[in-house]
């Protein structure tokens, strides 16, 4: 299967899935003043997962100061979803799951398979999506493996210039063929 990544700019691919807190999350719909924020993370078998949506929880507020709402987002099964809550203090986040392999897919994520327990048979690697309200992507940050994640200091102390200074979406243009 070709890998395909969505370039900024472009119309963010459809999100659409169950949230912890009841209703279904469906980026297509959420009106934020400035920014949408999705982290997609691997799920409740990763243990530095855990500790960066513990410091999103924490960093909530200084989005929310930014008019920039978070989501984040799994391919984790409910029963998955519902130890992750029971388990992690991130009551506060707003936490989607069930994400589709065809939706990660279009978003340009990374696909794994179970190396070993306690993963589950398939899941998305880590990624992090900054979506305009109107839809259109400012920025995306990919990953195939779980370390070495964007520090949540710096995306909020670059979301803030870019909004203080009306940045404009960077490496819009296609690969070379």
């Given at each position: 299967m070709?890998?395909t990544?969505p370039?900024?700019g472009d119309?963010?691919?459809?999100?659409?899935?169950?949230?912890l807190a009841?209703?279904?999350?469906?980026l297509?719909?959420?009106?934020?003043?400035?920014?949408?924020v999705?982290f997609?993370?691997?799920?409740?078998h990763?243990?530095?997962?855990?500790?960066?949506?513990?410091?999103?929880?924490?960093?909530?507020p200084?989005?929310d100061?930014?008019?920039?709402?978070?989501?984040?987002?799994?391919?984790?099964s409910?029963?998955?979803?519902?130890?992750?809550?029971?388990?992690?203090k991130?009551?506060?986040?707003?936490v989607g799951?069930?994400?589709?392999?065809e939706?990660?897919?279009?978003?340009?994520?990374?696909?794994?398979?179970k190396?070993?327990?306690?993963e589950p048979?398939?899941?998305?690697e880590?990624?992090?999506a900054v979506?305009?309200?109107?839809?259109?992507?400012?920025?995306?940050?990919?990953?195939?493996v779980?370390f070495?994640?964007?520090r949540?200091?710096?995306?909020?102390g670059?979301?803030?210039f870019?909004l203080?200074?009306?940045y404009?979406?960077?490496?819009?243009?296609p690969a070379?063929?």
């Open positions: 070709n890998h990544t370039l900024p119309h963010a691919p459809a999100l659409k899935v169950s949230t009841g209703p279904t999350l469906d297509s719909v959420v009106t934020p003043k400035s920014f949408s999705v997609f993370y691997r799920g409740v990763c243990p530095i997962c855990k500790s960066q949506m513990q410091e999103l929880a924490e960093k909530l200084d989005f100061a930014l008019g920039i709402e978070v989501h984040a987002v799994s391919m984790d409910a029963e998955r979803a519902k130890r992750q809550s029971d388990e992690w991130i009551a506060d986040l707003p799951y069930g994400l589709a392999e939706s990660a897919r279009a978003w340009g994520l990374f696909i794994s398979t190396a070993k327990d306690p048979d398939l899941f998305a880590p990624g992090i979506v305009y309200p109107d839809g259109r992507i400012y920025a995306l940050y990919l990953q195939n779980p070495a994640r964007p949540l200091d710096d995306l909020l670059g979301l803030k870019v203080a200074n009306d404009p979406v960077r490496g819009s243009l070379a063929a």
